[in-house]
């Protein structure tokens, strides 16, 4: 579960290029650049499939043979109340888990990386731990828990089960971001009379805010993602939208799911661009 | 009361079923025995639950609200999907009733909602939010016996009197005074005629090399080992261990030469219209839903096929059980009824389902000609509900299914 | 190296900034897997009652594994298979981002995560629609009359995608693949330029300059991308029950049905631990190789 950490700090980081090394083996470079090609046509197959049928108006109850292009779905997206509902619970979940998450891990981060104390070996590690802990085992445990607990499940066992696998994401995405810090920038801050206060918030908050930012994000993409550890912890009515998606599409596949799948899509493609437009802006003040 | 064309053989088979139960009532002195022995924890569970605000076994008076817990697609919708938009039937409940309905169609499968609601819930004496859940006819059975279900208010459902009299003497629920049926099914086979190139007639064809890699089987232990055990002589009703086990030998066998691809839920349905499997066993009412265009052909085969039904009963401690009989008898209605079945096309428990369908006519009254919808008495001689089996025997039949369905 | 006043010398803060998430991830990751081990090693007199006895029931442990020996070594043969294609795809496409990409190289980058934000689930549904008999792929192999010489190859069976255990793969390889192109492009990206001039000048060929500087240089990167590609995958099993048949299930799914089907929670218990057992030896060996930080970054 350590993915998405990588991935952020290249969308939202690697927007410095440094200057190419000299083209020489010109035949070589073509085949790797049409190996490209090739890949991010892999890659985006499915996504391309999944927009293409949110127009579709399809024959039968499955979304998965094309027959007529329409406006309809996208012009009433919230049509299956059914699906809106299984969405709107998503929303709720993953707004909770991410802020939830993002509050706690940040501030764990913030323990990690700019003290020293005793037990900060094991504190890293317990923060490990989860990441390395499949969802399925993850899934089985909290029922295991919740069951030997009296807990029933619903929507308090699925936001704790989504801010647990977030927390562990945003510390360490958060703690990569600030490795390297000069933290004696708050001292010097101190030194010049400020409150701890007043210190935390005009030089370590802005100091740390972009990793919060990516982290956050990040966390949301993953709640609103999760089947595998949801399905286990979600009973009693409460019904997420990838749960909704996974049962229902056994009996019909309605194309509002790709087009609400594609909202998603634009909106976290839109929040990364946004986030990226940033770090370019700043690099390019910073130089 | 009887005449209807379908009573006389379904009481047959469902006969069966309770002749077989009598076994069920030794398994649950068995029980009894059990909640003695564990008493202390029990009683602990049901003194110290804090869980349902009416606490466990007496059942709320809700009449305001009512919650529901379903099967998908198991209830009549509008042309775009919507189950409560105007004009269906839970949409003229709430109209009639003042009550609201949330509907969830979240009852996926019996075992997982055993396991993640009924068991831990439930079994520790608290209660579910759903004050109506529907699970199949050997699920009821077994939370019936546990005791985890309310006694329906028969006083409040007038209606009740509509039910089909076979139902009537259920070994696990005499007079049906804790369940009522939702739909009844039938378990067949399904084909593609454009990738079988022939009728399926007999269970047996799904055996056939020629479909090797192109059959789907259910992931219904009851449907699949019954169909099964039919093709090779036997009957489910009869759920003799040993047949059932050379049932098993037989899919066993079937699943490692590659000749069953899948073993699935209703997903069937879009490998079936996709051609990605050539014929399956399948359930009536979803090949009657499907577009008669797709040319898919649902037959009961000739050695017989399985027959179930799904019920609606009111987990113990249920908030709106006053909520939960007004529904039921609105929809034991025979023209409300007859408006579910026109959606779902699955057999109706409910007397004068025919009539109301015809004297609606147009296409409602060609589906009251039906055979799949109303099966004629040689029909249902063919069909049988699967045998009750032991607690002990089950978890080892359906243990050994599932490391077969992989 | 800090004043006196220095915010890090609280002795007592860091303790206090940790205590929520800490308190957390106790309470819902440390206690659930305490109580897992428990069931793991207890005994449910009756299956369908909620209640379990401890009696250290060591023989769930073999139980699971004489009943899911298959399971197991498929989830984890798929995995392996997946993750070289994984290095096998991502390999060049990592080094054409490093190298050849010029200025396209940070959209290219964001690019690789666009497909990953939409759901897992309509993904591998659209992967469904696309493989499908009358999909797109079979569609253009019979056009091109390709169908059988896919089939010869192992790439398809009797002239299907869907349904076979290379759909599983691929469809593990799809969705894990940029956890291996990422890594490879952080140490590829790392090698300075300066030192492909000179390797070029010092080896005869741009074979093996590749092979003596690139490659070792590299190594970190595919054998991080390499954990980051392989556990998720082999704890996968939605994969294997959307796009794979009755043959194809993985240790994931067992492990769901035996709670939620079975309701034997003591043998399921058993099964998440040997295969957390075996994943964590993998992780423990690899934190060996290159360090917790490492992994943590």
New interface residues.
């Given amino acids: 579960?350590?993915?998405?950490?990588?991935?952020e700090r290249?969308?939202l980081e690697?927007?410095v290029?440094?200057?190419?090394?000299?083209e020489k083996?010109r035949f070589?470079?073509r085949l790797?650049?049409l190996?490209?090609v090739l890949?991010?046509a892999?890659?985006?197959?499915?996504?391309v499939?999944?927009v293409i049928?949110s127009f579709n108006d399809p024959a039968g109850k499955f979304n998965?043979?094309w027959n007529e292009f329409t406006l309809d779905n996208w012009a009433d997206p919230f049509q299956r109340q059914d699906y809106t509902e299984a969405f709107l619970t998503s929303l709720k979940v993953a707004a909770v888990a991410c802020l939830v998450a993002t509050?706690?891990?940040g501030?764990?981060a913030?323990?990690?990386s700019?003290?020293?104390?005793r037990g900060k070996g094991l504190?890293?590690?317990?923060?490990?731990?989860?990441l390395?802990?499949?969802?399925?085992?993850?899934g089985?445990?909290?029922?295991?828990?919740f069951?030997?607990r009296n807990a029933s499940l619903g929507f308090t066992t699925v936001v704790?089960?989504h801010?647990?696998f977030c927390?562990?994401f945003v510390?360490?995405t958060v703690?990569?971001r600030v490795?390297g810090f000069d933290?004696?920038l708050?001292?010097a801050a101190?030194?010049l009379g400020s409150s701890?206060w007043r210190?935390f918030r005009t030089v370590t908050f802005p100091l740390i805010l972009p990793g919060i930012a990516a982290a956050g994000l990040l966390s949301f993409?993953l709640s609103?993602?999760d089947?595998?550890i949801t399905?286990?912890v979600a009973g009693d009515g409460t019904t997420t939208?990838?749960m909704r998606?996974?049962n229902a599409?056994k009996t019909e596949?309605p194309p509002q799911?790709?087009v609400l799948?594609?909202m998603?899509?634009l909106v976290?493609?839109g929040l990364?661009g946004i986030g990226?437009w940033r770090t370019l802006k700043r690099n390019a003040a910073a130089s | 009361m009887s005449e209807r064309p379908i009573d006389p053989e379904l009481a047959a088979a469902i006969d069966l079923a309770r002749r077989l139960s009598r076994r069920r009532f030794l398994t649950r002195m068995g029980?009894g025995a059990?909640a003695v022995a564990?008493g202390p924890?029990l009683l602990a569970a049901c003194g110290g639950s804090s869980g349902g605000s009416e606490g466990s076994g007496g059942g709320g008076s809700g009449d305001t609200e009512l919650n529901i817990s379903n099967w998908t697609a198991y209830i009549d919708q509008d042309d775009d999907g919507n189950a409560k938009a105007s004009g269906t039937t839970i949409d003229r409940f709430q109209e009639a009733t003042g009550i609201s309905v949330t509907y969830k169609e979240d009852y996926n499968?019996n075992?997982?909602y055993?396991?993640?609601n009924f068991?831990?819930i439930l079994?520790?004496g608290k209660t579910l939010a759903a004050d109506i859940v529907c699970p199949t006819y050997w699920m009821a059975a077994?939370i019936i016996g546990?005791d985890w279900v309310e006694e329906l208010p028969l006083d409040d459902i007038p209606n009740h009197a509509n039910l089909l009299d076979s139902y009537l003497d259920l070994a696990w629920d005499p007079g049906a005074t804790k369940h009522m049926p939702w739909q009844a099914g039938i378990t067949g086979i399904a084909w593609n005629p454009k990738l079988t190139g022939g009728d399926i007639t007999s269970i047996e064809d799904l055996y056939d090399s020629k479909l090797k890699?192109k059959v789907s089987f259910l992931t219904e232990m009851r449907d699949s080992v019954g169909l099964t055990m039919f093709g090779m002589g036997a009957d489910p009703a009869d759920a003799d261990l040993d047949e059932i086990n050379a049932a098993l030998d037989k899919i066993e066998g079937a699943?490692?030469s590659?000749q069953?691809?899948?073993?699935t839920g209703n997903e069937y349905l879009r490998s079936l219209e996709?051609?990605?499997i050539a014929a399956c066993i399948a359930w009536s009412g979803d090949i009657a839903q499907l577009d008669p265009e797709l040319g898919i052909q649902f037959a009961i085969p000739e050695e017989g096929g399985m027959q179930w039904f799904d019920t609606m009963v009111v987990p113990k401690g249920a908030p709106n059980v006053p909520a939960a009989a007004k529904w039921m008898d609105f929809v034991y209605d025979p023209e409300n009824a007859a408006a579910i079945t026109e959606y779902v096309q699955y057999v109706s428990p409910v007397k004068g389902v025919k009539e109301a369908l015809e004297a609606k006519g147009g296409d409602a009254a060609a589906l009251a000609e039906s055979p799949l919808l109303f099966p004629d008495d040689e029909t249902l001689s063919r069909l049988s509900v699967f045998g009750e089996l032991d607690?002990e025997d089950e978890?080892d039949i359906?243990?050994r299914f599932?490391?077969?369905?992989? | 190296?800090?004043?006196e006043?220095?915010?890090?010398q609280?002795?007592k803060?860091?303790?206090a900034?940790?205590s929520?998430?800490?308190l957390?991830?106790?309470l819902?990751?440390?206690?659930?897997?305490w109580?897992?081990l428990r069931?793991a090693l207890s005994e449910k007199?009756?299956?369908?009652?909620?209640?379990y006895e401890l009696t250290w029931r060591w023989a769930n442990f073999s139980d699971a594994v004489d009943?899911f020996q298959p399971?197991l070594v498929r989830s984890f043969a798929y995995a392996g298979i997946a993750t070289l294609l994984c290095i096998a795809?991502g390999y060049?496409?990592a080094?054409?981002?490093a190298?050849?990409?010029?200025?396209w190289?940070?959209l290219?980058?964001?690019?690789?995560?666009?497909?990953?934000?939409?759901?897992?689930?309509?993904?591998?549904?659209?992967?469904?629609?696309?493989l499908?008999?009358?999909?797109p792929a079979l569609g253009l192999l019979r056009a091109l009359s390709l169908v059988s010489v896919t089939d010869a190859i192992g790439l398809t069976?009797?002239g299907?995608f869907?349904?076979t255990p290379q759909a599983v793969v691929g469809g593990l390889t799809?969705n894990?693949?940029?956890?291996m192109i990422?890594?490879i492009?952080?140490s590829l990206?790392k090698i300075d330029?300066r030192l492909?001039?000179a390797a070029q000048d010092l080896y005869s060929t741009?074979a093996a300059a590749f092979r003596k500087i690139v490659l070792p240089l590299s190594l970190p990167g595919v054998f991080a991308g390499t954990l980051?590609t392989f556990?998720?995958a082999?704890?996968d099993?939605?994969n294997a029950e959307l796009l794979g048949?009755?043959?194809?299930?993985m240790?994931?799914?067992q492990?769901?049905?035996l709670?939620?089907?079975?309701?034997?929670?003591p043998e399921?218990?058993a099964l998440?631990f040997i295969?957390?057992a075996i994943?964590?030896a993998g992780?423990l060996i690899y934190a060996k190789l290159l360090g917790?930080e490492e992994?943590?970054?």
């Fill in positions: 579960m350590t993915e998405p950490l990588l991935a290249f969308v690697e927007v290029h440094e200057p190419l090394p000299p083996r070589r470079s790797l650049g190996w490209a890949v991010y892999w890659l985006f197959a499915p996504i499939v999944v049928f998965t043979a509050v706690f891990g501030l764990m913030l323990a990690t700019r003290y020293e104390f504190v890293n590690i317990i923060l490990v731990l989860p390395t802990t499949r969802e399925i085992v993850m089985s445990s909290l029922f295991t828990l069951f030997a704790i089960a801010i647990l927390l562990s510390a360490l703690q990569a490795r933290w004696s708050e001292d101190m030194d701890p210190t993409a609103i993602d089947y595998i399905s286990f939208f990838p998606i996974f599409n596949l799911i790709n799948a594609s998603i899509l976290t493609v990364m990226a | 029980l059990g564990l924890t499968d075992d997982e055993f396991n993640k068991s831990p079994g520790k077994r546990l890699g699943t490692s590659g069953i691809l899948k073993f996709n051609g990605d607690q978890i359906q243990a599932n490391d077969i369905t992989g | 190296m800090a004043s006043t220095s915010l890090r609280g002795r803060a860091p303790y900034l940790l929520p998430g800490m957390w991830l106790i819902f990751f440390l206690v659930p897997m109580t897992l069931i007199p009756n299956a369908f009652l909620p209640d009943r399971e795809i060049p496409l080094y054409f981002l190298f050849k990409a010029g200025r190289r940070s290219l980058l964001g690019l690789i995560m666009v497909p990953f934000f939409t759901s897992f689930l309509i993904r591998t549904i659209a992967w469904q629609t696309i499908g008999q009358e999909g069976r009797d299907a869907l349904n799809y894990f693949v940029p956890f990422l890594p492009y952080v990206e330029a492909m001039d741009p980051l556990i998720p082999a704890g099993y939605i048949n009755v043959k194809t299930g240790i994931g799914s492990i769901a049905k709670f939620l089907k079975e309701s034997n929670y399921a218990a998440s295969f957390m994943i964590t992780v917790t992994l943590a970054a």
